[in-house]
């Protein structure tokens, strides 16, 4: 097999390179996302695919020990799933149809995508938009670009990319984190905080009323000195607007709360009142990607009262696909759909942080090999 890794500036860049230097039989083996930049720290994003392509010579195709155990693997998935598997590898690009109209490729796509906890009307959505995004693009067969990429463009159209936290030397500006417990906020908090000290040279202050957990506060006391910014606790919404005073004339100021469920609306209320008292020019909900659609949907209900202006979504190294993560932050009958600000896929500070992009969700939208139908002979 001869194997090469190609980089681009996003993952239809790179399908694109392969396709003209390896041919339409190459087949994707890996991909992944790297930086540029101070550490990485809001440098650009791009995808690395690692592509092979079998030289058969006219011999039979020998499999290698990880080709084996990967096929292996699939079938049994498959088979699990109630899906025939393929007895090898072929076209990502299945175009056959069954009596729906719909090709298998498709098919499969809309099957995993429920699978992975999008909702039965949004996968259906997305697959029918999918197809019309096809035939627009002249390519009403799926023969000149896999379906895959035509998905993830047609779901890409669905997200909304909004803008990372701005700041102006003497112009002080306050930024609140909210959203459940455990989805990384506090990490958050530090991430942007050495962002905007180390690499914008901006003047940072932290702020906390997480006092429901003595270790929040500790943790938060710990990068604030290590960093060396000021930092004030506030327990009441009467002490809000002293503290910000006392933290002085900065260009930013991140406020840390606690995690709160939101189906309480009692711990809402108290949330809602400490943030009047902070008016922030922005608040930013933290969700992780490792989360289920339901529970990122219950998230943004119930802390609709916030009104958070834009998500930040967390713990993207924690999961395989973000189909759905993606489908409970797009717009629905439900939900206007919510700005992505920024993406974090790690627990480093600040090095695992980035600017929201779309090619990061949508290049792990699905799992790298679906298993198709497999057709009866003719």
């Not at 084996?68 to 693997?73: D, F, G, I, M, S």
């Not at 499969?108 to 697959?127: C, D, F, K, N």
């Not at 990607?289 to 998230?299: D, L, V, Y």
Request: hydrophobic share 40%.
């Amino acid at each position: 097999m001869h194997i090469r890794t190609f980089r681009a500036a996003s993952l239809q860049d790179a399908l694109e390179q392969i396709r003209h230097q390896m041919g339409p039989d190459a087949s994707v083996l890996h991909t992944r996302q790297v930086r540029d930049g101070w550490m990485g720290w809001l440098g650009r994003t791009y995808v690395e695919v690692t592509a092979g392509l079998k030289d058969t010579g006219g011999l039979p195709v020998i499999e290698s020990r990880e080709e084996r155990r990967q096929r292996e693997t699939d079938s049994r998935v498959a088979s699990h799933r109630g899906v025939a598997a393929p007895s090898v590898c072929g076209s990502v690009n299945a175009t056959h149809e069954d009596s729906t109209g719909i090709p298998l490729q498709l098919q499969a796509y809309r099957e995993e995508l429920i699978h992975s906890g999008v909702g039965p009307t949004t996968a259906q959505r997305w697959i029918d938009a999918t197809i019309s995004f096809a035939a627009s693009m002249g390519d009403a067969s799926g023969r000149g670009t896999p379906w895959l990429e035509h998905l993830q463009r047609t779901v890409g159209r669905e997200l909304r990319i909004g803008s990372p936290i701005r700041t102006q030397v003497g112009d002080r500006r306050v930024v609140a984190l909210v959203g459940p417990t455990g989805v990384g906020k506090t990490t958050t908090v530090a991430k942007l905080a050495a962002g905007f000290r180390i690499e914008a040279r901006r003047r940072v202050g932290l702020l906390t009323i997480d006092t429901f957990r003595i270790a929040a506060v500790q943790q938060l006391r710990a990068y604030a000195e290590i960093m060396d910014l000021p930092m004030e606790v506030v327990e009441k919404p009467e002490q809000m607007r002293p503290a910000l005073d006392r933290l002085g004339d900065l260009d930013l100021v991140l406020i840390d709360t606690a995690g709160r469920s939101p189906r309480s609306d009692a711990r809402i209320d108290q949330l809602v009142e400490l943030l009047r008292s902070a008016q922030p020019d922005e608040t930013h909900l933290v969700l992780s990607c490792a989360s289920s659609a339901t529970s990122i949907e219950t998230a943004l209900r119930g802390f609709a009262p916030v009104r958070p202006t834009a998500a930040i979504l967390t713990k993207l190294d924690e999961t395989s696909q973000t189909a759905a993560v993606i489908s409970a932050v797009v717009a629905s009958d439900h939900s206007e759909g919510v700005p992505l600000s920024y993406l974090t896929n790690g627990q480093q500070v600040p090095d695992d942080i980035t600017t929201a992009d779309a090619e990061s969700l949508l290049s792990r939208l699905l799992p790298a090999k679906v298993m198709v139908p497999q057709l009866d002979a003719a």
